[in-house]
């Protein structure tokens, strides 16, 4: 298979996760799908005021702000964690999700995070401020952040993106641009506490 049958393949998936970080912000529709075996608890070891979310079936466990709404199989995540809504006049939630995917062929971890940029920008026009190697989950990953103008919005986000055992796992932060700084100490918790199990 080459590499635009990959991208093909993958675009969905890719599509998905850009379309739902940028459109899950927006506080009109509230629709929750259970997926099976999640599970939420409170351990000791916590930072206070943090829940964990496990998901035996697609092996994650992260953590996440009790006062977020937490959204389980929104629009193809394994899960989607919100923002309160700072006041009357703030109509963006500042949010965070996790999808998880199987690849339909292996591929390098630079070929996944390549694809995914071209695919987001056939859909919006972005500009990318950092592009760059990290771990997630204590696998080398890449992050990728921009921004893009969206429905009135300024926008700034930030995907994660790791394979293991020839599976994508995607972790993405939207924020309107101004405020994105403000959210991120509580996402790098989040990010900090995500585990493949």
């Not at 298979?1 to 890719?14: D, E, P, Q, S």
């Not at 943090?50 to 702000?65: C, H, Q, R, V, W």
């Amino acid at each position: 298979m080459n590499k635009k049958n990959i991208g093909k393949r993958l675009a969905i998936f890719i599509i998905a996760t850009m379309m739902l970080t940028v459109f899950s912000g927006c506080t009109e529709e509230e629709t929750t799908t259970t997926t099976p075996a999640p599970t939420t608890s409170a351990p000791t070891t916590l930072p206070p005021g943090f829940l964990t979310y496990e998901n035996s079936t697609y092996g994650i466990k992260i953590m996440y702000p009790q006062e977020w709404e937490k959204l389980e199989g929104y629009m193809d995540t394994v899960v989607l964690f919100r923002s309160s809504l700072e006041d009357a006049s703030d109509i963006f939630q500042e949010n965070l999700n996790v999808v998880v995917g199987d690849l339909p062929q292996p591929m390098t971890l630079n070929e996944f995070t390549d694809l995914n940029i071209e695919q987001i920008k056939t859909l919006f026009t972005i500009e990318v401020v950092d592009s760059s190697p990290t771990t997630l989950a204590n696998i080398p990953a890449r992050k990728v952040i921009y921004t893009l103008k969206q429905g009135g919005y300024d926008l700034k986000a930030m995907q994660i993106y790791t394979i293991k055992d020839d599976k994508a796992y995607v972790i993405s932060y939207m924020a309107e641009e101004d405020k994105y700084s403000d959210f991120w100490g509580t996402i790098q918790i989040m990010i900090d506490t995500f585990e493949i199990l």
